[in-house]
């Protein structure tokens, strides 16, 4: 157990619709890091926050993507007027002070259709 | 530019025979190395890691990986596969403490 849970598991949408996914890291994860990842590939970086701020996004999270940290705790990331094209597992992950090994949640699924 | 490197896409080894996985990164500077290990259905598990020193690490599930700097390498050795074993593994690279990239992955099946 890594200590960080994502929900839902699994979400499947239609195109267009917006969905939102959840990440719970613990409380010692002062950074947090969104990525994706498709089928036979490797987790790809989308965005990552020190706290609450959101330091660095990118240029794969389109302006339909949004991803927030109200208080340096939970993260959401947002996704408006979904496309197929982001069919994909999200994968969050909580890093410790300035150890940079990564704790990854199991992730959530998404499948739009 | 910055990037990461898994040559092999699959790897088939039988149980018990030695496995070693390859990674290759390009950049400046010597990142910080990484090897994950993804089951189905799970979440990504940290094998081991290198930051500096010994360039041979030991990792969890008797796995190791050796740091070469002249080779730019970071491969991950294990002498007797077991069934278990089967899955993918990503090399992972943080680049400046702040952003960790992956390689694309070599899945690993493992013969009876």
């Known amino acids: 157990d890594t200590g960080v849970s994502q929900n839902p598991r699994h979400k499947i949408t239609k195109r267009g619709q917006n969905v939102t996914f959840r990440c719970d890291p613990i409380s010692e994860h002062n950074r947090l890091y969104w990525y994706r990842q498709t089928l036979g590939q490797g987790p790809e970086f989308l965005t990552y926050?020190?706290?609450?701020?959101?330091?660095?996004k990118s240029r794969l999270l389109s302006d339909r993507f949004s991803a927030e940290r109200p208080k340096g705790s939970f993260s959401t990331l947002e996704i408006q007027r979904t496309e197929q094209g982001d069919s994909a597992m999200y994968l969050c992950a909580g890093v410790r002070g300035q150890n940079t090994e990564a704790f990854f949640g199991q992730g959530t699924r998404l499948t739009v259709v | 530019a910055q990037s990461v490197t898994q040559p092999d896409i699959h790897i088939t080894v039988s149980e018990g025979a030695s496995l070693e996985l390859r990674c290759n990164y390009s950049y400046g500077a010597t990142p910080y190395l990484f090897w994950y290990v993804q089951s189905p259905g799970q979440g990504l598990q940290l094998l081991l890691k290198y930051f500096s020193g010994d360039t041979l690490v030991q990792g969890i599930k008797g796995f190791e990986a050796e740091f070469k700097r002249s080779q730019s390498s970071f491969n991950l050795r294990k002498p007797s596969v077991h069934w278990s074993d089967a899955a993918e593994y990503f090399c992972?690279?943080?680049?400046?403490?702040?952003?960790?990239?992956f390689g694309a992955g070599t899945r690993l099946t493992v013969k009876p």
């Open positions: 992972a690279v943080a680049f400046n403490n702040n952003d960790m990239r």
């Open positions: 926050f020190q706290n609450e701020a959101q330091l660095e």
